[in-house]
């Protein structure tokens, strides 16, 4: 409850977005400032006053450090300002009447220790906490329901059928790599490292996995893979390897538009040339973004709560610790430094 | 029915193939020769004998003229033998019991003046005459079918929604646009002349319509057209429109994947750059190819019919005389020199 003024005054440290970005981002287009924050909500507000726990590094954060925000269905960050995103924190105090002191949430949140958040409605409040709380930024959050909604919803998967997933180790792709296989498919990732590749054999039991960085021709490995060619395809890169996927259609080839994180630090994307092969295979490129399927997280959580509990799904985070290691964090991320669910901890609790 | 042997013998005209084509198709890719053929199909036969009257020059042909099979649906054509495509066709002599003498038949034959036909199972038989014939070739044909289908079941069209179609005064287009206006969208079409941009608006009600030869960028001009942004895209032309319709896309924008005829005599084609916006407009690219929805031409004939016969859609048809004239009209189709849907008339009945 808002009590009546007063409240601990504490410092806050908080990830500054100093200017617009073009190319790769770096870590001096962040910097981290410390203030100080009443951890009280004022008198009469709606608002709750927030711990935060975990932040997540998400390949979308890169759109919003561009001054371009037509066509963005959320808008760029504001230079002076804290970067935000999602994450998981915990409710301190509280002046809305969902939320009490001691809940746990995850929705997004800024970059910053401590957070009054004027618009809780849009938080999700965590009732399962015998899994770690950190997944809650990428298994059980956003990244859980991009590749719920993306496998699923999008691309209507079969038993028996060829599954790609590019970018496979990360938040998202290692998630849809074990749906795919728990549904019975054959499962085929890419990745940018040895031990990458070997993380998705030995830990999340892809069929087979390939070093993108060590295949000069895309095309011709997607062929040895899929002899009979691809069903579905989970695009996380876009670029050179869309292009060798085209090559490679089954008819009816299902392709989730995800993301294309090889293309959003070039001033001009790469060309995508065989995109008539999408008429010839009859084959679909749909884009979705995780926002739009919210309302079925009760669904993610049925699905994959159980699996996580029996060990039948593993969920592999890159956890930094610290407030001060998220800009490293963050730009490591489209640099494939990353090794699964890249996460910061600002506190444990 | 067939009888034993004899039938008159007569001369027969053919469209040879003569090699393999790469870039623009030239007349001389193909040659006429002259043969003979006996007007009876053989004892014991199932095959039926045609003459054939409509020629139908489609820019799906251009493929089946490149030595490249893989991943088509279709292959391509054998140098020294006629090429083929979808026509309309008189049965002269029937071995076949679901064909008799005098039937009037549409599908796939080839281009000489008379056919014998091993397979007419695969003919559709026509039953509506009171129409033009050469419509069987068109609107009442696979460019009926395709628009149908990329319409109807690819882009589940609304009233009142946006809609753009590329090459929209050719076969295929001018239906579409007209399909569209009938159901109370908002229909813009672009074409390669000033004549065609007249016809759209004066003939087929399209609500607006530019000639992208004089439209240095296209991507400002759809932004002129659709403030709004494009629900509906029914793409038949692919490479730079169907970038700049990718900077245009209002939220769950379609795509239907017809054709991308621009592309066809390229040897690379051109890239395309604004794929990641499929992602951000959360937009669906989908290919598709009628013969896959000919099992739903009766659908086409009793939504069409009407309309033709109460003068509610017309059809505008390029009509060449004589068999002679095939090669120079199917390659000026490549060139855009046709004025509607280009036909080639080998025999009136």
Chains 1, 2 share one sequence.
Not at 96 to 102: D, Y
Not at 120 to 143: C, N, R, W
Not at 191 to 216: H, I, M, R
């Amino acid at each position: 409850m808002a009590s009546d003024g007063g409240g601990e005054e504490v410092s806050n440290k908080r990830v500054i977005f100093r200017d617009f970005v073009t190319g790769f981002p770096k870590e001096s287009d962040m910097h981290v400032t410390s203030g100080t924050i009443k951890l009280k909500v004022p008198e009469g507000s709606n608002a709750v006053l927030l711990k935060n726990l975990y932040l997540s590094c998400d390949p979308s954060m890169r759109g919003r450090m561009s001054s371009f925000t037509e066509g963005r269905y959320i808008g760029s960050y504001i230079p002076g300002l804290p970067i935000n995103g999602y994450g998981v924190a915990k409710v301190l105090d509280s002046g809305h009447p969902n939320f009490k002191k001691g809940d746990l949430v995850w929705g997004r949140i800024d970059w910053e220790e401590y957070s009054l958040n004027p618009a809780p409605e849009a938080l999700f409040k965590i009732q399962h906490t015998d899994v770690p709380l950190s997944y809650y930024t990428g298994i059980l959050g956003m990244p859980g329901m991009t590749a719920y909604a993306g496998f699923y919803e999008i691309c209507s998967p079969k038993k028996g059928e060829n599954v790609f997933i590019s970018a496979a180790s990360g938040a998202v792709g290692q998630l849809v790599g074990q749906f795919a296989k728990l549904l019975g498919c054959y499962v085929v990732g890419s990745a940018g490292s040895k031990d990458k590749v070997d993380l998705l054999k030995e830990k999340f039991g892809f069929d087979e996995a390939f070093n993108y960085n060590e295949e000069p021709d895309l095309a011709a490995v997607l062929k040895r893979y899929f002899p009979e060619g691809i069903d579905i395809y989970f695009e996380n890169v876009g670029g050179k390897m869309l292009d060798a996927v085209l090559l490679n259609m089954r008819v009816h080839c299902r392709i989730a538009a995800c993301g294309m994180i090889s293309q959003y630090n070039l001033e001009k994307h790469a060309g995508v040339h065989n995109l008539a092969n999408v008429i010839l295979r009859q084959a679909r490129i749909e884009g979705f973004l995780a926002p739009s399927y919210f309302h079925k997280h009760p669904q993610l959580l049925e699905l994959v709560l159980p699996y996580i509990r029996e060990g039948k799904i593993t969920y592999v985070e890159d956890i930094t610790e610290g407030i001060e290691s998220g800009p490293s964090a963050l730009v490591g991320l489209f640099r494939g430094r990353n090794f699964g669910k890249q996460v910061v901890v600002v506190a444990r609790e």
